[in-house]
Nanobody, 111 residues
Framework: VELAESGGGLVQPGGSLRLSCVAS????????RSWVRQAPGKGLEWLAT????????NYAASVKDRFSISADSAKNTWYLQMNDLKPEDTAVYYC?????RGRGTQVTVSS
């Protein structure tokens, strides 16, 4: 599988972004799909997982009330809607499935 993230950019505090991840090479429709991030100088942080076998996605406490993960299996794509962004959300965001990550998309939150 190959993954390609998009949708990052520069946004002011309080703003929103929607990240997309397109998978190619194999269908991921039955797989748990996640988003993780890496802030400057820090390790990878898991953010959210969409599991087709579960009714409710899982979220890290740091983003639970602000971020939302969803998926469109027909498009082999999943998303991360990010609202009320904070400077501490600045990071490279990666989508992940079966232990595979894409190249990431940069999100910078700054005024």
């Amino acid at each position: 599988v190959e993954l390609a993230e998009s949708g990052g950019g520069l946004v002011q505090p309080g703003g929103s972004l929607r990240l997309s991840c397109v998978a190619s090479g194999v269908s991921v429709s039955t797989a748990p799909r996640s988003w993780v991030r890496q802030a400057p100088g820090k390790g990878l942080e898991w953010l959210a997982t969409f599991d087709p076998d579960r009714r409710i996605p899982n979220y890290a406490a740091s983003v639970k009330d602000r971020f939302s993960i969803s998926a469109d299996s027909a498009k082999n794509t999943w998303y991360l809607q990010m609202n009320d962004l904070k400077p501490e959300d600045t990071a490279v965001y990666y989508c992940e499935v079966w232990g595979v990550r894409g190249r990431g998309t940069q999100v910078t939150v700054s005024s």
